[in-house]
């Protein structure tokens, strides 16, 4: 992927494994590859100039030799989980704790 693209990000979790994604969701074959030709591609300009280094995640793991079906497998999974999101919060945090505004929208 372009990590030099203002819309990438990368996130390592304590237990070592690393996310590399396009925030857009315009990259289906992420973490290997962004489109060519991206029409939302932006070079990254705060940190233009930083040195990036291994140190910080992992190496992005081996390409599958086929890619075939892999975005639209990514999308089932994404589709999955956000269907089963709210109720998951319903259960992990009421309601009325997730609601700090205490004056009713009108």
């Known amino acids: 992927m372009r990590a030099d693209c203002k819309h990438f ?3 390592t979790y304590d237990e070592g494994e690393t ?3 396009c ?3 315009l990259a289906p074959e992420a973490p290997w590859r962004c489109p060519e030709n991206c029409p939302a591609y ?3 300009l705060a940190d233009a100039t930083w040195v990036y280094s291994d140190l910080v995640s992992p190496p992005t793991p081996d390409e599958p030799q086929s890619m075939e079906g892999v975005a639209e497998l990514l999308d089932e999974a994404e589709d999955v ?3 089963v999101a709210p ?3 319903d259960e992990v945090e009421p309601a009325a704790r997730r609601r700090w505004w205490p004056f009713k929208r009108r």
């Open 42 to 44: 932006e070079k990254r």
């Open 9 to 11: 990000e990368s996130r």
């Open 23 to 25: 925030v857009l969701d």
């Open 81 to 83: 989980v956000n269907a």
């Open 87 to 89: 109720e998951l919060l």
């Open 19 to 21: 996310v590399r994604k």
